[in-house]
DNA sequence: TCTGGGGTCCTAGGACCC
DNA sequence: TCTGGGGTCCTAGGACCC
């Protein structure tokens, strides 16, 4: 038996956009995707306004100007580092530690089993309120997807008070049997409604299916998460990050780009970001793909979906390179006429650059590595897009929307906060 | 005017091989 | 006229996650 915590944040971005403005507290806030285009993280005063995940802002913009509702554009430069003083502050309650997603880490509790479970929570919890003023919810069982379970529980009802230990079967059964199965982790819309046809509903009832019914339902993913619920691990935490397998940059533009020299300027930009991504994580890519495309929400309009794929040989993370493969793609893929609203870049076989194969007639790498270097070194210095090229273009039309984005409270010298004393 | 931006894993089916 | 029985690898697409 192994025991399992999740501490999760609540609403986290909304959170960490009060760390740095009281005035948030208490008053509904929504933080907006990219583009300012959809609500991914609401307050608990927002979400009691019916604002759902994943609402387009421009839809429901009377509501939220009728409540007040206070909207921030998305500044995940704040919520990265604000992720890692969370776990900085989760660290010792933990033998192990994975960090599943930037607002919720897995703990692996067994050395502190005989223990009350709920204190040892509590305890946390306190610490990552004073390092960071984040409340959190923690879920504590036998495997990850229960925890995932009793985290939502611990959030959801109010008799758990932050923390559902559900180590104990009789209790885990009892909520088991009043958990929604759509909502039970690793089962999605369509999961939910194969289950639903053959009378599943709760969590209680995927637990006591058969592993056979469970495969030729789904595939080994049900089968697992049936074993999971079971109270056998089917995944542990996982403490050595995995290779990563790829890696995209993509936005939506602010405005629609009509013309190739436009779009170009904007997957210049992608290139540029892609390859910094790549030199941070110290990897290089076998292949790139780009691709642009029309906004398919709306009715009417021409539709064009614009995709290639280039082969990257030797395999790189020099942004030039990256940038010329694109730039190959875009010209490859055109087609005039269309109004596209979305474009990006994506990168495959990706390898540590360390075990990078070699190839003949490779040029100067080593000068070039040099570049890709003092490039990152300056932009990291002064600033994006401090030194690009010059296929970037100066103009950023296209540039996606961030009306109301906090300041980098605590990533930039110029914009950490001051307090005043007059 | 207007709907995010990342990721992972699994399966089916085609191409190809002996 | 006859037309096996395995393999592997790759890709596209679906489903799911935050």
């Known amino acids: 038996m192994t025991t399992v915590a999740l501490i999760d944040c609540n609403n986290y971005y909304v959170s960490c956009e009060r760390a740095f403005d009281a005035s948030l507290n208490g008053v509904p806030v929504v933080v907006a995707s990219n583009n300012d285009g959809c609500a991914i993280a609401r307050s608990s005063e927002a979400k009691a306004l019916g604002v759902k995940m994943g609402d387009p802002i421009h839809l429901i913009r009377d509501r939220l100007n009728k409540h007040g509702v206070v909207v921030r554009s998305s500044n995940y430069t704040l919520y990265g580092d604000m992720q890692r003083r969370v776990v ?130 789904g595939t080994v993913v049900l089968e697992r998460l049936v074993a999971e619920l079971q109270g056998v691990a089917a995944s542990a935490v996982e403490v050595i990050e995995p290779q990563r397998r790829g890696m995209a940059v993509t936005r939506s533009f602010g405005t629609p780009v009509h013309d190739i020299e436009t779009l170009m300027g904007a997957v210049a930009q992608y290139a540029m970001r892609a390859g910094e991504k790549l030199r941070q994580h110290g990897l290089v890519a076998g292949q790139l793909s780009v691709f642009f495309h029309t906004n398919r929400f709306k009715a009417g309009a021409g539709q064009y979906q614009g995709a290639r794929r280039m082969a990257l040989h030797p395999m790189t993370a020099d942004s030039l390179e990256l940038l010329a493969a694109a730039r190959r793609g875009v010209e490859a893929a055109w087609r005039d006429g269309y109004a596209y609203t979305k474009a990006g870049i994506m990168l495959d076989d990706l390898v540590a650059a360390e075990l990078r194969p070699r190839t003949l007639f490779e040029g100067d790498v080593e000068r070039r590595d040099r570049l890709m270097t003092a490039l990152d070194e300056v932009n990291g210095r002064f600033g994006k897009f401090t030194a690009v090229p010059a296929a970037q273009g100066f103009r950023r039309d296209w540039k996606m929307r961030a009306e109301n984005r906090s300041p980098a409270w605590t990533t930039r010298i110029d914009e950490v906060p001051t307090v005043r004393a007059d």
């Open 88 to 217: 900085a502050a989760v660290e010792e309650f933990a033998s192990e530690v994975e960090i599943y997603s930037i607002d919720e880490t897995f703990l692996d509790l067994e050395p502190f089993a005989d223990r009350d479970l709920v204190d040892h929570a509590n305890a946390m919890r306190d610490q990552v309120r004073r390092w960071t003023t984040i409340p959190t919810c923690v879920g504590i069982a036998p495997t990850k997807t229960l925890a995932k379970l009793a985290n939502a529980a611990a959030k959801k009802n109010p008799l758990f008070d932050g923390v559902a230990d559900l180590r104990d079967p009789v209790l885990r059964s009892w909520v088991l049997d009043r958990f929604p199965a759509g909502d039970v982790w690793g089962v999605g819309r369509a999961t939910a409604t194969k289950l639903a046809e053959i009378g599943i509903t709760t969590a209680g009832q995927i637990r006591d299916m058969q592993m056979k019914q469970a495969r030729g339902l």
